[in-house]
């Protein structure tokens, strides 16, 4: 039963009592929900797994998250996904991964500063990726929680009231960051590039793309960055000129420049690098 949707499983319960045991226990099933895909299930087998499955503490979690919201509509406006600990039944660290984004571009989704704070408490060690899209209502106290998710190996932050301020908690105590997506961040500014060449030496996807603030002057400090392959900088104010000393550095295999134009690189030589910018 382990390998059917929950719709199958209400339909295979009706077979005979024994399968109807075996549907009842799903209920307490830490393998059967370790990933939580909201998006996948609809609003109603949401709002059925939110009401029976409330006695495992990471659906717990999450229905205090949509308590006091419509769940129909919550689930039809969001997209969330959760995926529980492997070590949770160990230490009691809950996720692994949080993310949460609209379901539609341009919505904005509704959680704040507590729903993230209890998270990231009961996720202290085990928390390695983050996905917040659209998240408005999101102070610095949100983000000085994430900061203190020590082991955080992809951050994605899109659409945020995040500061530079924020951005160096993070990367101070975060140090094991191999993405880091900061898109959209009307409040960030240059000093968040010369934070992120100084802080995170493993450092491989990188995201800057579309920050209103930026003027990208510190782009050559991105050099000190020797795990770095993808960078994207769409929608930004960059020309050719800034590029020239990161092609000699950086073994670069994806550059974004437009929302719409990807330049790859499959030649380390600094010949051809410089040839295909031109």
Partial sequence: MSFLTLKDNAKTAMVCKYFKKCYNSIWLNFEYFSVL???GMGANQARQVLQHGGRLPHIRQVKK???GKNSNMFFTKNVLKTRISSQFQKDESLFEEFSLKPAKPNLAVLITDKDIIQICESSRYSLMYVNLMS???LTSKSYQAISECVNMQHLTIKGGRITDEDVEKILLSC???????LSNCEFLTDRTMTLISELTHSLEVLDLSANSKMQYMNLHKLTKLSSLHTLNLGHSPVQADHFLSIFRTLPLKTLQVES???LFFPINTKFNRYNLLK
């Fill in 175 to 181: 140090r094991n960051i191999k993405r880091l997506c």
């Fill in 65 to 67: 998250i949509v308590s």
């Fill in 135 to 137: 998240c408005h209502l």
């Fill in 260 to 262: 719409k134009i990807l």
């Fill in 37 to 39: 895909d909201f998006q």
